[in-house]
């Protein structure tokens, strides 16, 4: 399984619809469950870097770019993936 998190900035179309986000947060888990790609956990940071982090799981890295793209080409956000490793992940890369 591939493990991640996505960072997610707001566009300034974004901004401009602020008070629908959580509407839009939620309506992204059921797009990313169509893809194969489970949301574990979905947090807002304002005031951080980002606007929100998604926490990921997929089969591979491609239903995580789909999704991305997908949600990406409505104009709200950008997103960034970053992948994640476990404690015993990392033991067998180092």
């Known amino acids: 399984m591939v ?6 900035a707001w566009t300034d179309q ?20 169509k893809l194969g790609v489970q949301v574990k956990d979905l947090f807002y940071t304002p005031g951080g870097p980002h606007d929100a982090a998604i926490v990921i799981e997929a089969e591979g890295p491609e239903p995580i770019h789909k999704f991305m ?17 476990s404690i015993e992940e990392m033991r067998k890369m180092v």
């Open 69 to 85: 793209a997908n949600i990406q080409s409505l104009g709200h956000v950008k997103m960034k993936f970053v992948r994640a490793f």
């Open 3 to 8: 493990k991640g998190v996505i960072l997610v």
């Open 14 to 33: 974004g901004r401009r619809a602020i008070e629908d986000s959580p509407n839009r947060a939620e309506a992204s888990k059921g797009e990313a469950a």
